[in-house]
């Protein structure tokens, strides 16, 4: 297993401003990655955060608006830039573990509200 | 493409009494994985279970089975002696190989006193 500290828990924000969540895991892993919740709805993938190169987006996603960095195999941070209420989510940081047993774990969680 | 769908927005069960959420998915793979993740209030995404679709025997943990009919293409969650700190989402996800899980839109489980 592995336990992700994420932080953080919750911002409010003003509109036009940037917000960078950070995470942290407890053991090198090869996969981080980074979801969206917005309310009421399920999680979306917005990237996956690759060590030492630049983060693979998904459909929707570009890096403009959400720069990640990922320096080393435990740490990440997502940055959502010039913010709009339609940003307004939660935020959550994960790992895969592949292999038999795959499983995702993920952080606790940021809840960002943009007024 | 792979969907999980889940059908019932909002669920609720007695303490102490059984629930069950539903869950489908279709997809055209043969070997793959389903999880039923909860998350509380607190935002966490924590796994509950989960199954191997190529394992016949349903998954059990504690007060959690599921009930797994890979032909119907189903992944029901059954939660015994519901206690208040089941309260939260239930999302059901499935997953192959890959990190690109797809999640359900969740069912919200409230749990009466």
């Known amino acids: 297993s592995a336990v992700i500290s994420q932080k953080p828990s919750r911002d409010i924000c003003q509109r036009g401003t940037s917000l960078t969540i950070q995470c942290q895991v407890d053991?090198?892993?090869?996969?981080m990655f980074w979801y969206r919740q917005q309310p009421g709805q399920s999680l979306t993938l917005i990237a996956t955060?690759?060590?030492?190169?630049?983060?693979?987006?998904e459909s929707g996603f570009v890096i403009d608006k959400f720069p990640i960095s990922r320096p080393n195999l435990t740490f990440s941070t997502l940055t959502v830039s010039n913010m709009s209420p339609e940003d307004s989510s939660i935020y959550l940081c994960?790992?895969?573990?592949?292999?038999?047993?795959?499983?995702?774990?993920f952080g606790s969680g940021t809840q960002l509200s943009v007024l | 493409a792979q969907t999980v769908t889940q059908s019932q927005p909002e669920m609720s069960v007695q303490e102490a009494e059984t629930v069950t959420l539903s869950c489908t998915y279709d997809?055209?793979?043969?070997?793959?994985?389903l999880f039923w993740y909860k998350q509380p209030p607190s935002r966490q995404m924590i796994l509950v279970i989960r199954?191997?679709?190529?394992?016949?025997q349903n998954a059990t943990e504690n007060r959690f089975s599921v009930n797994f009919q890979k032909a119907a293409k189903s992944f029901s969650l059954k939660i015994s002696d519901s206690q208040l700190g089941d309260a939260a989402m239930y999302f059901c996800?499935?997953?192959?190989?890959?990190?690109?899980?797809?999640f359900g839109t969740g069912t919200r489980l409230k749990v009466l006193a």
């Open positions: 994960s790992v895969w573990t592949g292999g038999s047993g795959e499983k995702l774990f």
């Open positions: 053991s090198q892993v090869t996969m």
């Open positions: 955060a690759n060590q030492g190169s630049e983060a693979t987006y």
């Open positions: 997809t055209s793979e043969s070997d793959y994985y």
């Open positions: 199954q191997e679709a190529y394992k016949q």
């Open positions: 996800a499935w997953g192959r190989g890959t990190y690109k899980y797809i």
